[in-house]
């Protein structure tokens, strides 16, 4: 067989396979059906740093939501108020409405019908005409303050706190049980997690003390930073603490270290430069991993 | 290539449909060129394919057939006027050479040479299966070279369609499936034509060059037994 029969019947068949192809797949839609929208809301950087505690699905407050709360924060003790019984004022009393009527006026044929009867009863009529104001009322007593709740033997398990006796309330200004929006993890009504605090994330993460500095205790170092508005040191950490031993000497050597090698710190806005241009920053061996108070200058 | 025209040669496609016309009407000329080549790669691919199924099929069967007639105590030299006008496959090549050459010492010369008779015929009969085994296998290579280089070249295509259409999306600024997905299919294409090339190619380019082995092994033994008894003959002749 020569190969130019070969080659017709080839592209005969691949003639075919083509057609029956732009036949068969052609791209059919998918059918969709359109996803349900959800409301997204927006949180800002700001808002999002400052989440108050709570749930995340709770409905939306209009104004400022409330932390929960589950005890309120010690107040002044309010001086204890007496209660006054109420009393009622006087009222002034209406006269009589019969009495207030005018006597009917004088009726020629019935006085004529009944000439002798009338004259009395007229008299009558105007002896009652005249008013006579009724003696004014005694003060009620003083009314019961609002009655007890009931007590109904029935209903004690219903009024048990069944939650756990030792468990942390949480404490705030305002008793509010009702939940609003915030994050199961938030504590407080305004967080703090900010550039200071992925600053501070960050100086922590490089800070490795050598293995002895758990037994030396609480050592705090605080070192003077001092930044460029790109996030650079403009000069070398200062030391401010004092002190001596190995242990010491490590951690601070550590500590410098640190504040080195995390160089540049871009998570410090330079809108915000002239708040973060020297920071006092210190390194709590005891909190490594907890939240340290940073004081800014 | 302007990222506007991109823009305008790609956005027709999202709202028709994408038929395998289609596909390769809005690609790019060097993915269009790519998938005719692979296009052509694959006709050529079958035609050697139905060419050599061909011609190995009837190899094997004249094969059998002269076997039969050799071994079944016809006179050698009956067989030899038979085929010698025209030896149409490998094995009766094979027959007539050797016997040319046997003839030719018999009858040419005057004086009978037996001296080298037995390594001529050897050297002959190699010589002719080296060119039966290269007729064999002539256009086997394209197999080998289509199996190998198909996808890559089909690859290269698709890396070409799926740059334009990450051009269309830079044009368009919009990241949207519509935008993204018949750049993607036209490259995706340039595979598909790529692998359909390359896959007959390879399992033909084993298959035939499983048969070409054992029709050259086939050649080989019926020569050595052919020298045997060539030589035989020699030996009671000389």
Redesign the interface.
Known sequence: ???K???A???G??VLV?AW??LS???KPFETTPAESLPVDIVSEKEFSQLTKGIKDAPKPVEMPKPIVEKKAEEPPKPVEEIKPKIDEKREVAPNKEVKQEPPPPDPIADKLKPQEKPPEKQETAAKAEPQPLPPKKPPPPKPQPKKPEFNPDKIAALLDKRDPTRKSITGNELNSAPSLGTAAGSAAQLSQSEIDALKARLYALWSPPAGAQDAGNVQITIRIKFKRDGTLAAGPQVLTSGSGPVFNAMRDSAVRAVLVGQPYTMLRPDHYEMWQEIDFVFDSSKMYSDIPVRRQ | MNPADVAQSVLPLTSS?????TLFWHAHWIVKFVMLGL?AC??????????KT??YTRSRKSMDRFETAFWSGQSLEELYRSLSSKPNHSMAALFVAAMREWKRSFEGSPQKSFAGLQMRIEKVMQVTIAREVERLER?LLVLATVGSAGPFVGLFGTVWGIMTSFQSIAASKNTSLAVVAPGI?EALFATAIGLVAAIPATIFYNKFAGEVNKQAQRLEGFADEFAAILSRQIDERG
């Not at chain 2, 449909?17 to 016309?21: A, E, G, K, Y």
């Open positions: 067989m020569q190969i029969t070969a080659s019947i080839s592209t068949l691949h083509l192809a732009t797949f052609s791209g | 449909d994408l038929s395998l016309f296009m694959s006709v050529w691919v079958w035609a050697i394919a139905i060419d061909v011609l256009r299919a």
